[in-house]
């Protein structure tokens, strides 16, 4: 694990998306989301705390790829930088974030690009399901292949441990905004942590 402020090297390696297909595939997916997308660096073994940093948009993209932030303009933010995040700690974070496997996290991924969190959000993109988890998988490979999922959002059903049953029509998630409903993914790899979150308001 990276040491506590170390900068670690996250340049282009081999196996990794490229960041035209990044910010495409984040763009497109996101385009009509109330979204905030953004990675920050690894810097703590606790990496919560790099979650929080993220939050509150005291780190920039370790390779300067572009995120989505659409609370960016919001006078909340000049008082509290977090915005529309509430005042957390890594200890309220390791409470409400529990880990996924992968498919899941590309599920939850398409399932994030409107509010709801279902799948069926997929029907307004004019792609394929096959296409649009394609993009999804173009988002993770940025992390490359040693990384972990984590997400406030729970959706039990008969499958395994570490998976979100998206046939199921319940679900639950633990907020972490001041909106109404708040859904989110976090990824963590050795060098970047990185946060996908939609936002509802009703």
Known sequence: ????????????????????????AVRHLYEDAYAYVATGPRRHEDWRLDVLAVMSRSVPDPRGWAGLDDEAENPERS??????????TPEYLAERLHEIDRSSAEDLL??????GCTLSNLERFPESPTELRA???TVLARYGDAYSCHTNVRRAGAGSEGALDFTVSDW????LSVYTEDSGLVVVSA????LFWNFADY
């Open 191 to 194: 060098a970047e942590v990185g």
């Open 110 to 115: 398409l399932a994030l690009t409107d509010d």
């Open 135 to 137: 993009m999804a998988r």
């Open 79 to 88: 008082a509290r930088p977090a915005y529309p995040f509430r005042d957390l």
């Open 172 to 175: 639950s998630y633990s907020p």
């Open 1 to 24: 694990m990276p040491a506590d402020d170390d900068q670690p090297d996250v340049g282009d390696e081999p196996g990794r998306t490229d960041q035209a297909s990044w910010e495409a």
